[in-house]
């Protein structure tokens, strides 16, 4: 009985062979290609070396919520955290890096305390971003990126890292609102690089001017002294307001922007109003513009000299006192000066002793110094009567005075056809109105109060004073222009001492009780 063995071969593959000396010929597994290169060196090359801040390459074999793997040949992938695949915040890595990417990082740590190496590729554009940026700032070329956030003060715009554009360079002027800019790619100049610090800042604005440098020139030289412009309110600020003309901005001193005293800007113009401008001066070097506001509008003290006139009585009230004298207001802006020597015949040590601020009181103008803006009063003169000026002649005209000059009563507004045409005129029209059986007012020392009751007699009134003298009084000082409140409606004069001829048709219209002695009256 024969032993009959199976033999199971490990595969299917032939075995080797024997020569026919019985020597054993191993099967051929592969072919040698390596031609002459030693196995070791093979092997070196095969095995990537890096240390931490080295740049390396790779493929994106995962991606992850959390992290991407990328292959970079080494004896593991390297992990690149959600975080550090870019300077954006809050986006999925899937919208950073596909699978089978090819995309550059930095290596972080070759082997962190879970042994993993990790990786960034944020940082590895910021490398290649800062020479390429620092190359563009030497050259003084244009960076462009899309705008990918809002933050406090301006826009972060994404040239390869995360490069701040303040609000007021995103335009040619400021820009409240910057949500619209998100998304959009934009080009801007860098004009601060600080690498140790990792900070970029960018203007619009600058290359914004750069392109339209030309037609800056253009508008610049069209643009002529003495014209006037209509333009917008780009902003405001302390020490005036800038308009844009169209194409460029202008500035108006806040001493140009009104006739009267302002105290800051934004009381005459806000952001975004039309205003009608005139060019005072076009600096081609520096590209300055000087507009005026005021220059279109009437100027107070022109209008007040026109329609006023040396010798004629004004109703004004009194807005400071100082040692020489006494401010007051006779328009709306217009301020002048009663010097202490023309407030009563007899001497006067301060001008407190015949008048106090807020007192309302007829004066007369015995000055116009229109270049110098400023106008001499008196109060002294005042007393002696005269003419009155034109937006009182409805009240304190001929009609309102007999054949002899002894006032004879108001003026009836309610059965004329006169219409007020100032707010002097408008007080008188509604007090006859609420009062139709007022008679004529007292006279008092330095001033006109409207008073009730039946008229005093003529002859119980003081007699006016000599003009003489007045006559011997020294010049008034001059004065200059103020903001008080336009004075109130003056009240009617009171009848004279003595029939007497009217002066150019008009009557003496202020009582002289401060013209009646040499010593001080007593003051209201």
């Known amino acids: 009985m024969s032993d009959e063995r199976s033999t199971t071969l490990l595969s299917d593959e032939p075995m080797g062979n024997f020569d026919p000396e019985g020597n054993y010929i191993p099967r051929k597994i592969t072919e040698d290609d390596l031609g002459e290169v030693p196995l070791e060196g093979v092997m070196a090359d095969t095995i990537i070396e890096f240390e931490d801040g080295d740049l390396v390459a790779g493929t994106v074999v995962k991606i992850d919520r959390d992290e991407v793997l990328l292959d970079i040949g080494f004896k593991s992938e390297g992990v690149i955290p959600a975080r550090e695949l870019s300077i954006r ?5 899937e919208e950073i890096v596909t699978l089978g990417e090819h995309i550059e990082a930095l290596v972080l740590q070759k082997e962190d305390k879970e042994g993993r190496l990790v990786l960034s590729k944020k940082r ?3 490398e290649r971003a800062w020479s390429t940026i620092e190359k563009l700032k030497d050259a003084d070329e244009v960076v462009k990126g899309p705008v990918i956030e809002v933050v406090k003060g301006g826009l972060i715009v994404d040239i390869g890292l995360r490069g701040f554009l303040p609000a007021s360079l995103v335009e040619l002027r400021r820009v409240r609102e910057l949500q619209p800019y998100v998304g959009r790619v934009i080009e801007a100049k860098i004009i601060e690089l600080d690498r140790n610090r990792n900070n970029v800042v960018l203007s619009r604005r600058a290359w914004l001017e750069e392109a339209q440098k030309e037609q800056r020139g253009d508008f610049l030289a069209n643009l ?3 014209e006037r412009r209509r333009g917008v309110v780009s902003s405001v600020v302390n020490f005036g307001a800038f308009v844009d003309l169209g194409g ?5 001193h806040v001493s140009e922007l009104s006739w009267k005293h302002v105290d800051h800007p934004s009381s005459v113009v806000q952001v975004g109003d039309e205003i009608d401008v005139e060019v005072l001066d076009v600096d081609l070097d520096k590209e300055r513009i000087s507009l005026s506001l005021k220059a279109t509008q009437t100027d107070p003290w022109q209008e007040f000299a ?9 109703y004004g009230r009194i807005t400071k006192l100082v040692p020489f004298g006494a401010f007051v207001q006779v328009g709306d802006g ?4 009663v010097h202490i020597s023309e407030m009563a015949v007899h001497h006067v040590d301060l001008p407190e002793q015949v008048v106090s601020p807020g007192e309302e009181l007829w004066v007369k103008i015995i000055d116009i110094d229109l270049q110098r803006r400023r106008i001499s009063l008196s109060i002294k003169q005042a007393a002696e009567g005269g003419e009155v000026s034109e937006e009182y002649r409805e009240a304190f005209g001929e009609h309102a005075y007999d054949e002899e000059g002894n006032y004879i009563g108001t003026y009836e507004y309610a059965d004329s056809e006169f219409t007020p045409e100032t707010e002097a005129q408008a007080a008188w029209a509604d007090y006859v109105v609420e009062n139709p059986g007022a008679v004529a007012p007292e006279a008092t020392p330095h001033g006109v109060n409207p008073v009730s009751g039946p008229a005093p007699d003529p002859g119980s009134a003081p007699d006016p004073a000599p003009a003489s003298e007045s006559a011997s009084a020294p010049e008034p000082a001059p004065v200059a222009g103020s903001l008080a409140d336009e004075p109130e409606a003056p009240a009617a004069p009171a009848p004279p001492a003595e029939p007497a001829p009217v002066a150019e048709g008009v009557a003496d219209v202020v009582g002289s009780a401060a013209a009646q002695t040499d010593e001080p009256s007593s003051v209201d």
């Open 89 to 93: 915040n809050d986006v999925h890595p």
């Open 124 to 126: 590895a554009q910021y």
């Open 224 to 226: 002529k002294p003495g």
């Open 248 to 252: 460029m901005d202008g500035l108006v």
């Open 306 to 314: 026109d329609s006023h006139e040396v010798g004629q009585l004004v």
């Open 334 to 337: 217009i301020e002048g000066l």
